[in-house]
């Protein structure tokens, strides 16, 4: 869910005010994917893998490790081939989600979000598996759902586009770029020309997120669970070498 110039400008304001904007739903056009252009911040080379690892902090705490990996093609969806993108998260090391994501990259670079098959998983006090569900699936051109752009090809500070777009099933997240141009030093090393978003959405008004990508590297930190007033975030997760 596309320097250093301009977050100076973001900065001299207060939060709220850097994120006055309405997200965008972008027009989507099959013939864009004709000729894909790689998205300059995520690689969907098959094999490429990122690990982040961070623990929350409210109540008792809890480590939590997020592993990506680019896993091949993915099913066409709206005359779009898609990658497929596994994507697991883990809980004091047992699994609590995995997620089957799709996404493709138009002509100008932007990163499409076409949909999620998830799987959550449920477990009791003794750390017994009780059930699962697929609480948040949902995939473009089902129950009138529409593509999103995850991250775009060529952000521009004050963006703010819609990732997913499907009312039925409460997947309205939406990203605002805050900069382009940051210095990020996580474990996995330090990064330049870091690009930072404010990601929430529309169907939970709790959902609030910074998140940090690194031209070819992805995302190198997430500041999750940030209270309302855009600060305390419940864990930070960062990329791991």
Known sequence: MQRMTLIFLAALVSPQAALAADPVLPVFAVEHFAI????????????????????HTNGDPIAELA????????????????????????ENGVLVERTFDYYATDADGNLWYFGED???FRYDDAGKLTGTDSKSAWRAGVNGALPGISVPGA???GMNLFQEHAPQEA??????????????????GT???????????????DLREFKYYAPGAGMIRADEDLS??????????????
């Open 191 to 205: 990064f330049h020309d870091v690009m930072k978003t404010f990601e929430a959405s529309t169907a939970e008004p």
């Open 228 to 241: 309302e007033a855009l600060d305390n975030p419940a864990v930070v997760v960062e990329q791991q070498p």
């Open 118 to 120: 998830v799987t959550n």
């Open 36 to 55: 894909p252009k790689p998205n300059p911040f995520v690689s969907l080379e098959v094999g490429h893998t990122r690990t982040m690892r961070g623990t």
């Open 155 to 157: 952000p521009t500070v």
């Open 67 to 90: 592993v990506q990996s680019v896993q091949g093609p993915g099913p066409v969806i709206l005359g779009v081939p898609t990658v497929l993108v596994l994507d697991e998260a883990f």
């Open 171 to 188: 997947a309205m997240d939406y990203a605002e770029v805050l900069a382009i141009d940051m210095e990020i030093t996580v474990p996995a």
